[in-house]
């Protein structure tokens, strides 16, 4: 069984800076990408930024230039770091990666999700 294990939400003030974890565990045999969304009330769950297992990233315009997505594939892990917060990236953040398992093939798998608030 695979899980996502989210860490890192939490409070921070506008211009703050915060860093988001998401690590992949089970019987795992490759991972392809691995992406942050986020989401909040009322609304659609919306791409945040997204990473290839080569490396190659994508970003939500509103996020261009305050937030980088990487991540360590030797820990299955993928982080978003967050510069420069503002009171509208205030959501629910959800990690995703598409896996690869003996048993159920490639799935997308979601993470528990990490509050994430920006308020002074």
């Known amino acids: 069984q695979v899980q996502l294990v989210e860490s890192g939400g939490g409070l921070v003030q506008p211009g703050g800076s915060l860093r988001l974890s998401c690590a992949a565990s089970?019987?795992?045999?490759?991972?392809?990408?691995m992406g942050w969304y986020r989401q909040t009330p009322g609304k659609q769950r919306e791409l945040v930024a997204s990473?290839?297992?080569?490396?190659?990233?994508n970003y939500a315009d509103s996020v261009k230039g305050r937030f980088t997505i990487s991540r360590d594939n030797a820990k299955n892990t993928v982080y978003l770091q967050m510069n420069s917060l503002k009171p509208e990236d205030t959501a629910v953040y959800f990690c995703?990666?598409?896996?690869?398992?003996?048993?159920?093939?490639?799935?997308?798998?979601w993470g528990q999700g990490a509050q994430v608030t920006v308020s002074s």
């Open positions: 990473i290839t297992s080569g490396g190659e990233t």
């Open positions: 089970g019987s795992i045999f490759s991972i392809n990408a």
């Open positions: 995703n990666a598409r896996i690869l398992t003996i048993v159920d093939g490639w799935r997308t798998y």
